[in-house]
């Protein structure tokens, strides 16, 4: 029989009767439940954390049997079963005020069909503390709280300050409940994808531990590599025989893909899951992760503040700007992160700062695909042939032809970003030469104003200068004043100078000066 890959499976009763393959995380789940009682996780979309409430649910009502052979089976004793109150905000569309509170009062109305209700209680937050209450006297059990994607439904309020506050004001009060009833709490975790800080849901739940940033929980969710080759051993030669790999290129091209998500400075690197088990059932690299959810929210913030986006490749920042989002600042760089599309991977001890880029190559490309039809005239369905077509064009040396593809994508540029056309246009060039990129070796330079860029395929090489609002041939004789060609002078390859020049008054190139020779 077939293993069965529990991909998008997130109800652990259901990923252990029906016999899906289960990393075990329970001593972990075991070591959480018991030595503490508040917490927040905050991990990436499909990273598990759905799965993680889940497996804790089934823990606090006692389901011994679903933990048989599993690290928790010998850790615990009593197996207590408590009452769960497990809330998930996750399947909602959040796009009126009217969309949060039915959620929440959908599941108040549960919650009382099993607990009791009060006409006293007005209100969600209310009936919320109410239920606490009940549900510990009646049962003589404290009361465990799971809450999954507490911030779905600010997230799809970004960009809407009107709608967020409505949010803000109404989870901030029923999360409330969750200090005014601590006696009555046994448990609690709230996950989600970022953390909002400042004056938001947060601001009176002081007692939550944060274990987002904590090397003791690093592993909690994802698979590391020393999980897949104690669970997915066979899994991956199977791969590799499919894919015509060797084994050790399987192994190489699993971890340039996937792996390479860093919680802390110190953490070993966690491999997506969800692309990982998709990678198996299918036997068959691809996108899974990516492909599953577009970043519209942050492109809008990028363009909303017009960030370089060369500048997401070199990212030096500290813990309190990693840790929370306020959502009143211009700093996109906190949602990109807490989002899993920028990972940790350096920390300075020193000034106490963090580097971040890429986690691995299936984020890199995928977030360069995507922002492609969001800055330049180029449509989604025609954005990956555009650069399947570049790089066959720098591959040939037809340079006029790469150059007047590169016109189109600067056509139609939208007069609202007239202030900003020159941090435009390099944003178009820099994910343009980035996606090329990933198929011949580029080299890009910027200092604002200037850009030098080095393209290099097995025939050729490509010198470029781009000039905004100058000419064409002071690009030119920028290259040969700088002596950008001189690493290449012994070359046998073809050798092409070019100078290129912007032109604000006509939105797009200019004029073209090439030279070929060394």
Not at 121 to 138: L, P, T, Y
């Amino acid at each position: 029989m077939s293993k069965l890959y529990p991909v998008g499976v997130q109800n652990f009763e259901g990923l252990i009767h029906d016999g899906y393959v289960y990393v075990d995380k329970t001593a972990q789940v075991y070591e959480l439940f018991n030595t503490n009682k508040y917490y927040f996780l905050s991990r990436p979309r499909r990273f598990g954390k759905s799965l993680l409430l889940s497996t804790i649910e089934a823990y606090a009502l006692g389901k011994k049997d679903l933990f048989k052979g599993l690290a928790l089976e010998k850790l615990e004793k009593d197996w207590t079963v408590y009452p769960v109150l497990h809330l998930d905000l996750n399947t909602q569309k959040y796009d009126t005020p009217e969309s949060l509170t039915n959620v929440l009062e959908e599941n108040v109305q549960n919650w009382e069909a099993l607990y009791g209700s009060s006409s006293g209680e007005i209100g969600v937050a209310r009936r919320f503390q109410g239920i606490i209450r009940r549900a510990c006297e009646q049962t003589g059990r404290r009361v465990v709280i799971l809450i999954d994607e507490y911030d779905k439904p600010m997230l799809q309020a970004i960009g809407n300050e009107a709608l967020q506050n409505e949010y803000r004001s109404t989870l901030k009060a029923f999360y409330g409940a969750l200090k005014s009833m601590d006696g009555c709490i046994r448990f609690a975790l709230l996950t989600g994808v970022t953390k909002f800080g400042k004056v938001s849901v947060f601001s009176d739940l002081n007692n939550l531990r944060d274990i987002s940033m904590i090397d003791q929980y690093a592993e909690i969710c994802g698979i590391s590599e020393k999980e897949i080759h104690t669970w997915f051993e066979e899994d991956t030669h199977e791969l590799a025989a499919a894919t015509g790999m060797s084994y050790e290129e399987t192994c190489k091209e699993l971890k340039t893909n996937y792996d390479g998500y860093h919680f802390t400075e110190n953490a070993i690197g966690m491999y997506n899951p969800f692309s990982l088990l998709n990678t198996f059932a299918n036997r068959r690299f691809g996108s899974y992760w990516f492909e599953t959810g577009t970043p519209t929210y942050l492109v809008e913030l990028l363009k909303l503040h017009h960030f370089p986006i060369e500048d997401l490749e070199h990212i030096v920042t500290s813990q309190p700007v990693l840790d929370s989002i306020d959502t009143a600042s211009t700093d996109p760089i906190p949602v990109i992160y807490q989002s899993g599309y920028l990972t940790i991977k350096g920390y300075n001890r020193m000034f106490e700062n963090y580097t971040l880029g890429f986690p691995n190559r299936e984020v890199e490309q995928g977030f360069f695909k995507f922002l492609l039809p969001n800055y330049a005239s180029v449509s989604v369905s025609k954005s990956p042939y555009q650069i399947q077509c570049f790089v066959e064009e720098i591959m040939a040396g037809k340079v006029d032809d790469f150059f007047e593809r590169l016109k189109t994508m600067f056509a139609d540029i939208p007069y609202e970003l007239a202030r900003d056309r020159e941090v435009h246009y390099q944003n178009i060039l820099y994910i343009i030469f980035k996606l090329m990129g990933f198929y011949v070796q580029v080299e890009y330079h910027t200092n604002r104003g200037r850009i030098d860029l080095v393209l290099q395929t097995q025939d050729y090489v490509y010198i470029m200068e781009f000039k905004l609002n100058g000419s064409a041939e002071e690009a030119l004789a920028q290259i040969r004043a700088k002596g950008y060609a001189e690493p290449f002078a012994k070359d046998k390859r073809t050798v092409y100078r070019i100078g290129v020049n912007f032109s604000d008054e006509i939105r797009n190139i200019q004029d073209i000066k090439i030279e070929t020779g060394k």
